[in-house]
Every structure is written in C-alpha cells, then in structure tokens.
Nanobody
C-alpha cells in the first residue's frame, strides 16, 4: 500500500549539484525512517544516507560525507537527497527506501518499501 516515487535524477557534469526527491504515499510519512541507496553498474547496492522519523538524526556513507545531505519534510511526505560536488563515481541508480522504525538502518533488508529508482549520471 505504501508507494515511493523518486524524481530529480538526470545527466549532469562533474562538480554540479542535483537534488533528488522521494515522495511517499499510502501511509503516514512520519511513521517511517527513510534512506537513500544507490547501485552503480557492476556493483552491489550501497547505503548512501539515512534519516530518522523526525529528521533529527541523519547519517551518510563516508564516500559522500560533506557532499550529500539528506533531509525530509514530513508535511510534504518527501525525503530529499541534496547532492553537490558530484563526481563520475556517483553515477548510479538511486533508490529511496522506507522502514517502519524510528531510526534508519544501513542494511538493505531492514527496509520494507522501495522506490523504483532514478538514474543519476555524472559526466567527466
């Protein structure tokens, strides 16, 4: 019943910024901790950033620290991933995920709902 829809992906140049959005529908957004994962070609899906139900607690992977920021607007049922200083290595399909818990997890299996992903391509 919960649906997640990502948007905001696209083709950008190295050094550019991009903001991804993920809208949740079907249930009360504030009941879910949220996270962003990504999967690059030939690689396994990896954790990018997570945020607690309230938005008070956040975390991110070392590879994106200082460049990516996760946030949420519970009034808009939306979680965001603000990406800056993008690198070609950031090229991947980005997925948002939701779990019915207070805090986010870095483990994929902890998430019960997933979006279909949005492609981010960073050119050289």
């Amino acid at each position: 019943q919960v649906q997640l829809v990502e948007s905001g992906g696209g083709l950008v140049q190295a050094g550019d910024s991009l903001r991804l959005s993920c809208a949740l529908s079907g249930r009360t957004f504030s009941n879910y901790a949220m996270a962003w994962f990504r999967q690059a070609p030939g690689k396994e899906r990896e954790f990018v950033a997570g945020i607690s139900k309230s938005g008070l607690t956040t975390g991110s992977a070392d590879s994106v620290k200082g460049r990516f920021t996760i946030s949420r607007d519970n009034a808009k049922n939306t979680v965001y991933l603000q990406m800056s200083s993008l690198k070609p290595e950031d090229t991947a399909v980005y997925y948002c995920a939701a779990r019915s818990a207070t805090y986010y997890s870095e483990r994929q299996y902890e998430y019960m709902y997933w979006g279909q992903g949005t492609q981010v391509t960073v050119s050289l």
